[in-house]
């Protein structure tokens, strides 16, 4: 669990800061706008954990950028600027700036993912989601928490394996054997996971069931909950915030016609004509729509310096 003033406001508020954020990044075209939110994204997370999580999965959200933008002008040439062939296929630079506007979406969307699994850990889950369906939002809870828990389990797996592979030299052996060898190490660690995650399994329901899971208790009212999250004049101030940043931005978007579009050649009203000052303003309410966070965290950071210099004087 992440310290941080952001995630200690309401379930509620938290779950409407993303959803807010993952369909603006729908919203938006022009590449040079996202890359700012990709920053702003990245900050945020470092904010978060001190980067920790965006370092861990940094090497496969450039994989699946670089892919993404080295794919789009492979496959799809339309478009009425050629700047090459390629195997006889025109590689357009209208199809090259829209693989870069999907790799930077995409990335982003990654990145906002990985703060909102930070933010909104299994209990805040649970609070949002199990008065609507509770075996569903069990289920999916389960089913995130798996990933990096195998993933931790592997490492230490494979931990094992290399030390006693220095301990236990073996012989040279043929490339072949050799391939043949580390298949059966791979498969040994495969098994051992799964043997491991089993025995989890069983535990766990185990603890379930000695904590009357499933025992359909019904209170007066029903089932009984009981958590500790308060909505606040805070988390309202945040979420008028939130809401009028985005519905301004989409306000600006759709009335002044900003949308930066790509095919079938590049027309972007808001770089050849008097709207670019609302296409500032639209970026800039995006903007701060993102960083909400980051500039919550920086007011209370102040404010508790203020507080401590107040008491050091007295």
């Known amino acids: 669990m992440v310290n941080n003033e952001f995630s200690k406001y309401h379930p509620v508020t938290n779950l409407i800061y993303f959803i807010l954020c993952f369909v603006s990044v729908f919203y938006i075209s022009n590449p040079f706008v996202i890359f700012i939110l990709l920053i702003v994204s990245s900050i945020y997370n470092i904010t978060l954990d001190k980067g920790k999580n965006l370092r861990s999965n940094l090497f496969f959200y450039i994989f699946i950028g670089i892919i993404i933008f080295l794919f789009n002008p492979l496959f799809s040439h339309r478009g009425e600027v050629i700047l090459f062939y390629l195997f006889d296929n025109p590689i357009t630079l209208e199809s090259v700036v829209f693989g870069l506007k999907s790799a930077l979406s995409l990335?982003?969307?990654?990145?906002?993912?990985?703060?909102?699994?930070?933010?909104?850990?299994?209990?805040?889950?649970?609070?949002?989601?199990?008065?609507i369906a509770e075996q569903t939002a069990?289920?999916?809870?389960?089913?995130l928490r798996f990933v990096p828990t195998f993933r931790r389990r592997m490492t230490e797996i494979s931990d094992i394996a290399k030390v006693s592979r220095l301990n236990n030299p073996s012989k040279k052996q043929s490339f072949f054997k050799n391939i043949k060898r580390k298949i059966n190490e791979a498969m040994n660690t495969i098994?051992?996971?799964?043997?491991?995650?089993?025995?989890?399994?069983?535990?766990?329901?185990?603890?379930?069931?000695?904590?009357?899971y499933g025992a359909n208790i019904k209170s007066q009212n029903g089932r009984t909950f009981y958590f500790i999250y308060k909505f606040t004049k805070r988390d309202i101030l945040f979420i008028l915030f939130?809401?009028?940043?985005?519905?301004?931005?989409?306000?600006?978007?759709?009335?002044?016609?900003?949308?930066f579009k790509i095919y079938p050649t590049f027309s972007s009203s808001n770089l050849i004509s008097d709207s670019i000052s609302m296409f500032f303003i639209s970026s800039i309410c995006l903007t701060i729509q993102f960083a909400l966070p980051i500039l919550v965290e920086i007011i209370n950071r102040v404010k508790w310096s203020f507080i401590y210099n107040a008491d050091n004087r007295i």
């Open 107 to 131: 990335v982003t969307l990654l990145v906002m993912f990985s703060a909102f699994n930070l933010v909104i850990h299994p209990e805040k889950f649970i609070y949002l989601f199990s008065r």
């Open 138 to 143: 069990f289920v999916v809870m389960l089913g």
């Open 191 to 212: 098994m051992t996971l799964i043997t491991w995650s089993l025995e989890d399994a069983v535990i766990t329901a185990q603890s379930m069931r000695s904590r009357g």
């Open 242 to 259: 939130n809401v009028s940043s985005f519905v301004l931005f989409l306000f600006t978007l759709i009335r002044y016609d900003l949308d």
